[in-house]
């Protein structure tokens, strides 16, 4: 099974910006679609944004549509998450995972494998 490890997380200020890293560990990585998603203290984890296999169509939440991107580099076997004009709502902890291709799933339990996430702390 593909192992996923998520970079990139930290501390910023509201209206700054952090880009997070998803590297996997295998070659087959270009065969899954990839998903964002984050949980925040207290609450269930909530999809953010996911990218095809072959990176043609991208999905986002409404709450990050315009300041976050997704996309990925095949070749270097990563995903990345691009997040401009944070606000302290975005903090949470970010997860990567590999699910199905061509599913443009949205629900966490469409994918298969996981990352240990990245905390990203937005201050005001």
Request: charged share 15%; glycine share 10%; with cysteine.
């Amino acid at each position: 099974q593909v192992q996923l490890v998520e970079s990139g997380g930290g501390l910023a200020q509201a209206g700054g910006s952090l880009r997070l890293s998803c590297a996997a560990s295998e070659r087959t990585f270009g065969a899954y679609d990839m998903g964002w998603f984050r949980q925040a203290p207290g609450k269930e984890r909530t999809f953010v944004a996911l990218i095809t296999w072959s990176g043609s169509w991208t999905m986002y939440a409404d709450s990050v549509k315009g300041r976050f991107t997704i996309s990925r580099d095949n070749a270097k076997n990563t995903v990345y998450l691009q997040m401009n004009n944070l606000n302290p709502e975005d903090t949470a902890v970010y997860y990567c995972a590999a699910g199905p291709p061509q599913r443009l799933a949205v629900r966490s339990d469409e994918y298969h494998n996981w990352g240990q996430g990245t905390q990203v702390t937005v201050s005001s």
